[in-house]
C-alpha cells in the first residue's frame, strides 16, 4: 500500500536491456513490404500469426538458442567443505551451515543423478542442523543424502540422526523403522573400530528395546505433530461457495464500460478478511533467486540444489522435488539465455504457464483454450464453482486483443516463437525442430502468446517486507520479489482510495478490509497509484499507459489532495442516518450542520470524538514502537471504526492510521526478513569468509 508504485513501474526499474529488441528492429526492418502488409491480416488469428512468424526467414536466421547456464564447480565445492568442517569442529555452527550450503549449491550432480560428494555435504549440514534444532530441515538433507548416493559403509550415523530428529516430531514408529536400519547399516562400518563399533551397536540395542517394551501408544506416529511448518495462512469465516477463496461477502458483477468489479453482498469491516488464493502461476525475480525459495517464495536458511545450475535454490525438498519434476528441466538450462534477451517477468509467467504442464495436458485440455470470454466469472451467470487453479478462468481474464496495434502484436508473436524454441531446445516437445511448426507447437505458441496478453493486465507483484531489524518498524520497506497470477483477485478493479490491502504469505495472497464497507459498494483494490501519494494527472497518466483505463474513482472524481495538501479547514462530517456526509468550515461561526437528507449532524459530539481519537492514536503508536504490533494494530482497527462513524475522507489521521495497520498486518503475517546484519545470500563465487564469533 505504501509503495504507490505500479507493476510496470517497477519492473522497468530493474530490467536492463537485452538483445531480443535488437532482433526485433532488425527483423522489422529486413522482413520487407509484403510481410508486413500480411501481418494485418493476421492480426486477429493468433494461430496463423504464430505459424507465420515461426517460418519467417530473417527472424529464424537471426535466432540462435543456445544453452547457457551457472554451472558446478568441484574445486569450489571443495574449498567451501574444507572451510565448513574447520568451522564446525570449531564449534561455529552458523558459519559452517552458511559454508556448507555454499558448497552443497557449488557441487556436481552426475548424469545417474548420484554424487558422493553431494551427499556427504548433505549429510554433514544435517549434523549442524540438528545441532541447532532445526530438525525438519536436517531430515530434508538427511533424505536428500540417501537419494544421491550416501555411502553404505557411513549410513548407520545418518539413520541413527533421522531417527533423532523422529522423535521430536513425535514420529515413534518411523523412528524405530530408522533406528533398525541404523543398526543393519552398522555391520556395513568396515572403517569404524571395534570398540566403537560395540558401543554404537549398544546404544541402538537400548533405543530399540525402548520401542519392544513401550505401550503400544508411546511406538506410534502422532497425527497431529507437522514435520514441516505450513503456510501461516488466516481462515476465511464464511467462504464464498462459488469462489472458494474469497468471502460470502464477495460478489461480482460486470458492465461493459467497467469489465468485472467486486460488491459487497453485505456489510464488511475493517480487518475482515476477503481473499487468501493461491497463485495459479508465479516466478521468482532472477536478482532473488539464491535468496528465496524459487518454488514457493519463502526464504532460505539451507537451501536444496537443483543438480545442473547454482541459481536456482528450494526452502525444502518438496518444493524440490515440485519443481525439478515440472517446470525446472525445462528452464534450469536457459537461465542465463533468458536474462541476457531482457525478458520481462511477465514473460517467465508466460514460459512458466507452459512449463508447469505437460504437452498431454494441453493436448487433452485444448478446449479450455478455445473461446475467451471476457464476462466469465460474474456472479448471476456463474453456475460452476469458479475455481483459482483452473487455466479456463485464468484464460478468461481480459486480454485487450482487440485494442493492440498491430506491432505490439507482432512483438509478442515473435517473443512467443522465440519461447517456443526454447521449450523445442529443451525437449519439451517429442520430435525434432522443423522448418514449420507443428500442430502441438502452433498449440503451445497460441495459448502462451494469449497469457503474454492476459499478464499486462493480471499479473500481480509478490512482495516481502524487508525489515532493519525485527522489533523495529523504522526503515522497513515493502520489496518486489516475483510475480503472480490469482485468477479471482484479478477480477477486482482499481481505486486510488482502495478498500482492500494485500499481503504475501510465500506466493500466496491475502487480502483484508483497510475500511468499512457497505452492502451494495464496489470493493477496490489498487494496482499502484495511491491518491494521498501523487496527484490525479499523474496517476491518470501511469494508469492509462500500463492498464489502458481512465480511472473514474471518487479521488478523482472529487480530485482529492495529496497528503502534504491535506488540511483540516474542512472536515465531512457523517450523517448517522443515511452514511453520506456534509463539509464543515472550521472556520464557521454555525454550530449546526445538516446532511442533505434533511437529518441534522451533532457537530459538538463529532468534534469530541476526534479529539478523542487523538489520545488513543498516541497509545496506538507508542504499542507500535513498543513492536507490540497485535495490540497496535487492535487498537488501530478500532481508532479507524470510530473515524470511518464520525467522518468522511480525504482526512489525513484516516490514511496515517491505514498504512500503519498495514505495517502491523506485514510484520505480523506476511512475507518478511531481517536485512540488518543479514549474511550475503547463498551464492557460489563467493569469497567472503567472514564468520561469526
Same mark, same amino acid.
Given at each position: 500500500?505504501?509503495?504507490?508504485?505500479?507493476?510496470?513501474?517497477?519492473?522497468?526499474?530493474?530490467?536492463?536491456?537485452?538483445?531480443?529488441?535488437?532482433?526485433? @528492429?532488425?527483423?522489422?526492418?529486413?522482413?520487407?513490404?509484403?510481410?508486413?502488409?500480411?501481418?494485418?491480416?493476421?492480426?486477429?488469428?493468433?494461430?496463423?500469426?504464430?505459424?507465420?512468424?515461426?517460418? %519467417? *526467414?530473417?527472424?529464424?536466421?537471426? %535466432?540462435?538458442?543456445?544453452?547457457?547456464?551457472?554451472?558446478?564447480?568441484?574445486?569450489?565445492? @571443495?574449498?567451501?567443505?574444507?572451510?565448513?568442517?574447520?568451522?564446525?569442529?570449531?564449534?561455529?555452527?552458523?558459519?559452517?551451515?552458511?559454508?556448507?550450503?555454499?558448497?552443497?549449491?557449488?557441487?556436481?550432480?552426475?548424469?545417474?543423478?548420484?554424487?558422493?560428494?553431494?551427499?556427504?555435504?548433505?549429510?554433514?549440514?544435517?549434523?549442524?542442523?540438528?545441532?541447532?534444532?532445526?530438525?525438519?530441515?536436517?531430515?530434508?538433507?538427511?533424505?536428500?543424502?540417501?537419494?544421491?548416493?550416501?555411502?553404505?559403509?557411513?549410513?548407520?550415523?545418518?539413520?541413527?540422526?533421522?531417527?533423532?530428529?523422529?522423535?521430536?516430531?513425535?514420529?515413534?514408529?518411523?523412528?524405530?523403522?530408522?533406528?533398525?536400519?541404523?543398526? !543393519?547399516?552398522?555391520?556395513?562400518?568396515?572403517?569404524?573400530?571395534?570398540?566403537?563399533?560395540?558401543?554404537?551397536?549398544?546404544?541402538? /540395542?537400548?533405543?530399540?528395546?525402548?520401542?519392544?517394551?513401550?505401550?503400544?501408544?508411546?511406538?506410534?506416529?502422532?497425527?497431529?505433530?507437522?514435520?514441516?511448518?505450513?503456510?501461516?495462512?488466516?481462515?476465511?469465516?464464511?467462504?464464498?461457495?462459488?469462489?472458494?477463496?474469497?468471502?460470502?461477502?464477495?460478489?461480482?458483477?460486470?458492465?461493459?464500460?467497467?469489465?468485472?468489479?467486486?460488491?459487497?453482498?453485505?456489510?464488511?469491516?475493517?480487518?475482515?478478511?476477503?481473499?487468501?488464493?493461491?497463485?495459479? /502461476?508465479?516466478?521468482?525475480?532472477?536478482?532473488?533467486?539464491?535468496?528465496?525459495?524459487?518454488?514457493?517464495?519463502?526464504?532460505?536458511?539451507?537451501?536444496?540444489?537443483?543438480?545442473?545450475?547454482?541459481?536456482?535454490?528450494?526452502?525444502?525438498?518438496?518444493?524440490?522435488?515440485?519443481?525439478?519434476?515440472?517446470?525446472?528441466?525445462?528452464?534450469?538450462?536457459?537461465?542465463?539465455?533468458?536474462?541476457?534477451?531482457?525478458?520481462?517477468?511477465?514473460?517467465?509467467?508466460?514460459?512458466?504457464?507452459?512449463?508447469?504442464?505437460?504437452?498431454?495436458?494441453? !493436448?487433452?485440455?485444448?478446449?479450455?483454450?478455445?473461446?475467451?470470454?471476457?464476462?466469465?466469472?460474474?456472479? @448471476?451467470?456463474? *453456475?460452476?464453482?469458479? +475455481?483459482?487453479?483452473?487455466?479456463?478462468?485464468?484464460?478468461?481474464?481480459?486480454?485487450?486483443?482487440?485494442?493492440?496495434?498491430?506491432?505490439?502484436?507482432?512483438?509478442?508473436?515473435?517473443?512467443?516463437?522465440?519461447?517456443?524454441?526454447?521449450?523445442?531446445?529443451?525437449?519439451?516437445?517429442?520430435?525434432?525442430?522443423?522448418?514449420?511448426?507443428?500442430?502441438?507447437?502452433?498449440?503451445?505458441?497460441?495459448?502462451?502468446?494469449?497469457?503474454?496478453?492476459?499478464?499486462?493486465?493480471?499479473?500481480?507483484?509478490?512482495?516481502?517486507?524487508?525489515?532493519?531489524?525485527?522489533?523495529?518498524?523504522?526503515?522497513?520497506?515493502?520489496?518486489?520479489?516475483?510475480?503472480? +497470477?490469482?485468477?479471482?483477485?484479478?477480477?477486482?478493479?482499481?481505486?486510488?482510495?482502495?478498500?482492500?490491502?494485500?499481503?504475501?504469505?510465500?506466493?500466496?495472497? /491475502?487480502?483484508?478490509?483497510?475500511?468499512?464497507?457497505?452492502?451494495?459498494?464496489?470493493?477496490?483494490?489498487?494496482?499502484?497509484?495511491?491518491?494521498?501519494?501523487?496527484?490525479?494527472?499523474?496517476?491518470?497518466?501511469?494508469?492509462?499507459?500500463?492498464?489502458?483505463?481512465?480511472?473514474?474513482?471518487?479521488?478523482?472524481?472529487?480530485?482529492?489532495?495529496?497528503?502534504?495538501?491535506?488540511?483540516?479547514?474542512?472536515?465531512?462530517?457523517?450523517?448517522?442516518?443515511?452514511?453520506?456526509?456534509?463539509?464543515?468550515?472550521?472556520?464557521?461561526?454555525?454550530?449546526?450542520?445538516?446532511?442533505?437528507?434533511?437529518?441534522?449532524?451533532? %457537530?459538538? @459530539?463529532?468534534?469530541?470524538?476526534?479529539?478523542?481519537?487523538?489520545?488513543?492514536?498516541?497509545?496506538?503508536?507508542?504499542?507500535?514502537?513498543?513492536?507490540?504490533?497485535?495490540?497496535?494494530?487492535?487498537?488501530?482497527?478500532?481508532?479507524?471504526?470510530?473515524?470511518?462513524? +464520525?467522518?468522511?475522507?480525504?482526512?489525513?489521521?484516516?490514511?496515517?492510521?491505514?498504512?500503519?495497520?498495514?505495517?502491523?498486518?506485514?510484520?505480523?503475517?506476511?512475507?518478511?526478513?531481517?536485512?540488518?546484519?543479514?549474511?550475503?545470500?547463498?551464492?557460489?563465487?563467493?569469497?567472503?569468509?567472514?564468520?561469526?564469533?
Amino acid at each position: 500500500m505504501s509503495r504507490g508504485e505500479m507493476f510496470q513501474e517497477a519492473e522497468e526499474k530493474r530490467r536492463t536491456e537485452g538483445f531480443f529488441p535488437q532482433v526485433y @528492429k532488425a527483423v522489422c526492418s529486413t522482413m520487407g513490404e509484403e510481410n508486413i502488409d500480411k501481418l494485418e491480416t493476421l492480426r486477429e488469428s493468433m494461430p496463423d500469426l504464430i505459424k507465420f512468424t515461426y517460418e %519467417l *526467414k530473417c527472424f529464424k536466421d537471426g %535466432l540462435d538458442i543456445k544453452e547457457f547456464y551457472p554451472e558446478k564447480n568441484q574445486y569450489e565445492s @571443495k574449498a567451501k567443505k574444507d572451510y565448513g568442517n574447520k568451522a564446525y569442529k570449531e564449534g561455529k555452527d552458523l558459519d559452517a551451515l552458511y559454508l556448507y550450503s555454499q558448497a552443497i549449491v557449488s557441487t556436481p550432480v552426475g548424469k545417474d543423478g548420484q554424487s558422493r560428494e553431494l551427499a556427504v555435504l548433505l549429510a554433514n549440514r544435517s549434523a549442524v542442523l540438528f545441532s541447532l534444532k532445526a530438525y525438519h530441515l536436517a531430515l530434508d538433507d538427511i533424505n536428500l543424502a540417501f537419494e544421491k548416493g550416501y555411502p553404505d559403509d557411513l549410513a548407520y550415523k545418518l539413520y541413527d540422526r533421522k531417527a533423532k530428529c523422529l522423535i521430536a516430531f513425535k514420529q515413534m514408529a518411523d523412528a524405530g523403522e530408522a533406528y533398525k536400519l541404523a543398526l !543393519k547399516y552398522l555391520d556395513k562400518a568396515t572403517k569404524l573400530s571395534a570398540d566403537k563399533k560395540k558401543q554404537t551397536q549398544r546404544e541402538l /540395542v537400548q533405543a530399540l528395546n525402548f520401542f519392544k517394551n513401550a505401550p503400544a501408544k508411546l511406538t506410534k506416529n502422532d497425527p497431529d505433530v507437522d514435520l514441516y511448518p505450513k503456510a501461516e495462512l488466516p481462515d476465511i469465516p464464511i467462504k464464498n461457495e462459488l469462489y472458494p477463496v474469497m468471502s460470502d461477502a464477495v460478489t461480482f458483477k460486470y458492465e461493459e464500460a467497467r469489465g468485472r468489479f467486486a460488491v459487497a453482498s453485505r456489510d464488511i469491516t475493517v480487518g475482515d478478511v476477503l481473499t487468501v488464493e493461491k497463485a495459479i /502461476v508465479s516466478h521468482m525475480l532472477p536478482e532473488y533467486m539464491g535468496k528465496n525459495c524459487t518454488h514457493c517464495f519463502k526464504t532460505m536458511k539451507a537451501p536444496l540444489p537443483c543438480d545442473t545450475c547454482t541459481k536456482v535454490m528450494f526452502c525444502s525438498l518438496s518444493c524440490r522435488e515440485a519443481a525439478m519434476s515440472t517446470y525446472h528441466k525445462y528452464e534450469c538450462k536457459l537461465i542465463d539465455l533468458f536474462l541476457s534477451s531482457g525478458m520481462s517477468i511477465i514473460c517467465y509467467l508466460a514460459y512458466r504457464s507452459i512449463t508447469q504442464k505437460s504437452l498431454q495436458w494441453f !493436448k487433452d485440455n485444448k478446449n479450455l483454450f478455445e473461446n475467451h470470454d471476457k464476462t466469465s466469472g460474474q456472479t @448471476k451467470e456463474q *453456475k460452476d464453482v469458479y +475455481v483459482s487453479g483452473d487455466y479456463k478462468n485464468y484464460f478468461n481474464l481480459v486480454n485487450h486483443h482487440a485494442e493492440r496495434i498491430t506491432g505490439d502484436i507482432f512483438h509478442r508473436s515473435m517473443f512467443t516463437v522465440f519461447l517456443l524454441r526454447c521449450l523445442q531446445s529443451q525437449g519439451y516437445f517429442p520430435n525434432a525442430p522443423g522448418d514449420t511448426a507443428t500442430e502441438d507447437e502452433i498449440l503451445i505458441g497460441t495459448i502462451m502468446m494469449h497469457f503474454l496478453e492476459v499478464l499486462q493486465f493480471n499479473a500481480h507483484e509478490v512482495a516481502q517486507f524487508e525489515m532493519v531489524s525485527k522489533t523495529s518498524q523504522e526503515g522497513a520497506k515493502s520489496a518486489f520479489i516475483g510475480a503472480a +497470477v490469482y485468477p479471482t483477485l484479478a477480477l477486482f478493479n482499481h481505486s486510488c482510495d482502495p478498500s482492500i490491502v494485500r499481503y504475501y504469505v510465500e506466493d500466496y495472497v /491475502v487480502v483484508q478490509a483497510i475500511k468499512n464497507i457497505f452492502k451494495g459498494e464496489e470493493i477496490c483494490e489498487n494496482y499502484g497509484p495511491i491518491f494521498f501519494h501523487s496527484a490525479k494527472d499523474d496517476r491518470q497518466m501511469r494508469l492509462k499507459k500500463q492498464y489502458w483505463f481512465e480511472c473514474q474513482c471518487v479521488a478523482c472524481k472529487e480530485n482529492w489532495p495529496v497528503m502534504h495538501e491535506m488540511t483540516q479547514d474542512v472536515l465531512n462530517f457523517r450523517c448517522s442516518t443515511c452514511g453520506d456526509s456534509a463539509p464543515f468550515h472550521t472556520s464557521s461561526n454555525m454550530p449546526q450542520l445538516r446532511c442533505g437528507c434533511g437529518t441534522p449532524i451533532n %457537530l459538538f @459530539k463529532g468534534l469530541k470524538e476526534l479529539a478523542d481519537t487523538e489520545l488513543v492514536s498516541e497509545s496506538a503508536s507508542t504499542e507500535l514502537e513498543k513492536n507490540n504490533l497485535e495490540k497496535a494494530q487492535e487498537i488501530y482497527t478500532e481508532l479507524l471504526k470510530k473515524l470511518d462513524a +464520525v467522518i468522511a475522507p480525504p482526512y489525513p489521521d484516516y490514511y496515517k492510521i491505514q498504512q500503519n495497520i498495514w505495517k502491523c498486518i506485514w510484520m505480523r503475517f506476511g512475507n518478511r526478513i531481517v536485512t540488518g546484519g543479514i549474511r550475503k545470500p547463498v551464492l557460489p563465487g563467493d569469497d567472503d569468509y567472514d564468520t561469526v564469533d
